[in-house]
Structures are given as C-alpha cells and as structure tokens.
Nanobody, 118 residues
C-alpha cells in the first residue's frame, strides 16, 4: 500500500503563486514516476507535469514556463511550484505515483484544491 498526501492548495489571486507538496509513504521499494494531475468541475483529468526517478520532466503546454515540478527521492516527496497563476488553473490537483511495492503499480492522492480568483 502507498499513501499520497497532498498539501499547499488554497485561494490565490491571479498572478500569484502556490507551492504544492505530496508526501508518499508506505511499503515502497522504489518510486518510478511521480506526477501532478488536475481536474476541474465538468472537465477530464489532465496531466500537469511529471518527473521520472532520473529527474526528466514533462509539462502540459498550458503550464510550461509557469510551473516547476521537483522531487526529493530520499524523502519520497513531490513538489509543484506554480507561478503566474491564472483563473483557468483552478482545479483539484492530485498527486500520482507509479511505485514498486514491490511490483509496479499506480497510486493516487485525495487531492488539494487550488482556486485562482480575485
């Protein structure tokens, strides 16, 4: 079992910043990919950013240049620094991991709400 707990969401004005964190715990042998997804009401869940165990990153076009994903492998922590936030970034942000427990499997967190509004 893997538990993912997100934190750092909240209400922010357009142009503001937030830093999301995700703590992974449980019987983890190793973590492969970690990622942030988001889902707004009435919309499909979409990938925001992902990072491999080696540090390679991918971003959705809509957040490139504004968001930065990072991880601390030793602590099984994942972060998302979000700058220049826009109202369209409003969504529930969910942490995802593909971890070896010991076999590779997918796990999701409960999410943290981000609301961008004046």
């Amino acid at each position: 079992q893997v538990q993912l707990v997100e934190s750092g969401g909240g209400l922010v004005q357009p142009g503001g910043s937030l830093r999301l964190s995700c703590a992974a715990s449980g019987s983890i042998f190793s973590i492969n990919v970690m990622a942030w997804y988001r889902q707004a009401p009435g919309k499909q869940r979409e990938l925001v950013a992902r990072i491999t165990s080696g540090g390679s990153t991918n971003y959705a076009d809509s957040v490139k240049g504004r968001f930065t994903i990072s991880r601390e492998n030793a602590k099984n922590m994942l972060y998302l620094q979000m700058n220049s936030l826009k109202p369209e970034d409003t969504a529930m942000y969910l942490c995802f991991t593909n971890a070896n427990v010991p076999y590779a499997s997918n796990w999701w967190g409960q999410g943290t709400q981000v609301t961008v509004s004046s």
